[in-house]
């Protein structure tokens, strides 16, 4: 058969370029580890879906989808980089979408993207440093109890709770969180550059906006729904490749068996408790934001 005549029979959209293919990582919920009941974003959860992400062949852009309201700035840091690393090595843009809440360390994740999108009434920002805890000490004297503590170095009961706040103990955390927030601010400043449009003293004060403001501040690069966006942005024939996770109650009956299997009932109630006190952290996390 002539050559010719073989491709005038072979359908025209055989020839056409492929869809273009975007991949959306999920990453939702408080950053850090939140026990053995519970799981919050951290490096180790999430590095296999990142690379799941960028090995898609073909691929056009990996999109983010955030959802935090922060927690750990070890791991933020950690996923960014891991994120950034990937989409250097194969030279592939990164949108973020934020949803409820980009704030803290949710803002710090996408920030390792090269655009930022965000819902109008989406919550961004609370770019700083926050640690809180309770004092203990006069509860235990009502209640007769005598608190002992040992230890071999001068500072190794920093901020005890159940002892009177030390000020010099306050100044230490002080500085500790200087140097952390100076860590976030240099991190927006390089993702976002030029694209800011107010001073550190506003930016950078800890306080957060709504996802309209944060345009207006150069915080997002605008308002778009993530399926609509990338449509408008890659053609409605995308194809859109959500990277799924190992499901969350197979963890949990995992670390539930670990429990009991190491440490029999006492290990269970262990486990209850803290993942009560974890989930009770979480809450108060998203309260923050009116969430």
């Not at 491709?7 to 026990?35: C, E, N, T, Y």
């Not at 296999?48 to 840091?77: D, M």
């Not at 030279?91 to 934020?98: D, K």
């Not at 805890?133 to 608190?147: C, D, S, Y």
Request: aromatic content about 6%; glycine content about 10%; hydrophobic content about 45%.
């Amino acid at each position: 058969m002539d050559s010719h005549k073989f491709l005038k029979h072979i359908p025209l959209k055989r020839f056409q370029d492929p869809p273009p293919r975007v991949a959306v990582l999920r990453l939702s919920g408080v950053i850090g580890g939140m026990g053995p009941l519970r799981s919050g974003l951290t490096l180790s959860g999430v590095e296999k879906s990142i690379e799941q992400a960028f090995e898609i062949p073909r691929l056009s852009a990996v999109a983010l989808a955030v959802n935090s309201p922060g927690g750990s700035p070890v791991q933020s840091a950690l996923i960014a980089k891991r994120i950034r690393d990937f989409a250097a090595e194969k030279e592939v843009p990164v949108l973020a979408f934020c949803e409820d809440v980009a704030a803290s360390g949710g803002y710090w994740l996408a920030c390792a993207a090269d655009e930022i999108f965000v819902n109008a009434s989406s919550i961004v920002g609370s770019i700083g440093v926050i640690s809180a805890g309770f004092g203990f000490q006069q509860a235990i004297e009502k209640l007769g109890i005598e608190r002992r503590v040992h230890t071999s170095g001068d500072r190794k009961s920093m901020l005890d709770p159940f002892a009177p706040e030390d000020p010099e103990d306050v100044t230490r955390l002080k500085a500790l969180q200087a140097e952390i927030h100076g860590d976030f601010k240099a991190m927006v400043s390089d993702r976002r550059g030029d694209r800011l449009k107010a001073g550190e003293d506003i930016l950078f004060s800890g306080e957060f906006w709504t996802g309209t403001k944060a345009v207006d501040l150069g915080l997002a690069d605008g308002e778009g729904e993530l399926r609509a966006t990338l449509r408008e942005r890659f053609g409605e024939k995308v194809q859109i490749r959500p990277i799924t996770a190992p499901k969350s109650w197979l963890k949990r009956r995992l670390g539930l068996s670990a429990l009991v299997a190491d440490e029999g009932s006492s290990g269970l109630a262990q486990g209850w408790a803290a993942g009560a006190l974890a989930a009770a952290e979480e809450r108060a996390l998203w309260a923050r934001f009116g969430l």
